[in-house]
C-alpha cells in the first residue's frame, strides 16, 4: 500500500503484541512502543523503539496490533523537534531515534534507537521507517 508521499509501495509488518499483566497501562493510537518483557509484552518506556501502537487501549494482559516495521508517524517531543529542524537537509547525520514514556520519541546520540527519519510532516509529526 502506498502511504504518504513517499511514491511508492511500503510493506509493513503488525503483529500482536500484549500490555503488561499488571500495572498502569494508557497506550494511546500512534504511541512508540517498547519491549517490556519477553512474550511480546510491550508498553511506553524509555528505550529502543519495538513499534507503534495501532489502537487505544488501557487495559491489562490485552492483546493489540503492533506495527513493528514499516512507515510510522511519530509524535516528537518539543524540545527536539527544533533540533530536527536543523538537520532536516541532511536525515544521515540524524542520532537515533528512542521511545518515551510517553509515547513520543526523541533523539538519542548514546543509547542505541531505531528508525530512519523520512521526513518532518507540517502536522508536527515525523514520519519514521522502522
Known amino acids: 500500500m502506498t502511504i504518504g508521499d513517499?511514491?511508492?509501495?511500503?510493506?509493513?509488518l503488525v503483529?500482536?503484541?500484549?500490555?503488561k499483566p499488571a500495572?498502569?497501562?494508557d497506550i494511546k493510537k500512534g504511541d512508540a512502543l517498547c519491549l517490556l518483557q519477553l512474550g511480546y509484552i510491550v508498553g511506553k518506556a524509555y528505550g529502543a523503539?519495538?513499534?507503534?501502537?495501532?489502537?487505544?487501549?488501557?487495559?491489562?494482559?490485552?492483546?493489540?496490533?503492533?506495527?513493528?516495521?514499516?512507515?510510522?508517524?511519530f509524535k516528537m517531543l518539543m524540545c527536539d523537534t527544533t533540533r530536527m529542524?536543523?538537520?532536516?537537509?541532511?536525515?544521515?547525520?540524524?542520532?537515533?531515534?528512542?521511545a518515551t514514556k510517553t509515547g513520543?520519541?526523541?533523539?538519542?546520540?548514546?543509547?542505541?534507537?531505531?528508525g530512519?527519519?523520512?521526513?518532518?510532516?507540517?502536522?508536527g509529526l515525523i514520519e519514521v521507517l522502522i
Open 6 to 12: 513517499i511514491g511508492g509501495p511500503v510493506t509493513e
Open 15 to 19: 503483529i500482536t503484541c500484549m500490555t
Open 23 to 25: 500495572g498502569d497501562v
Open 49 to 73: 523503539i519495538f513499534g507503534q501502537s495501532l489502537v487505544d487501549c488501557d487495559k491489562n494482559n490485552a492483546g493489540i496490533p503492533v506495527r513493528v516495521r514499516g512507515v510510522c508517524e
Open 85 to 98: 529542524i536543523i538537520y532536516n537537509n541532511k536525515p544521515e547525520q540524524l542520532p537515533s531515534f528512542i
Open 104 to 114: 513520543y520519541i526523541k533523539f538519542s546520540k548514546f543509547v542505541v534507537g531505531n
Open 116 to 123: 530512519k527519519m523520512l521526513k518532518l510532516c507540517a502536522s
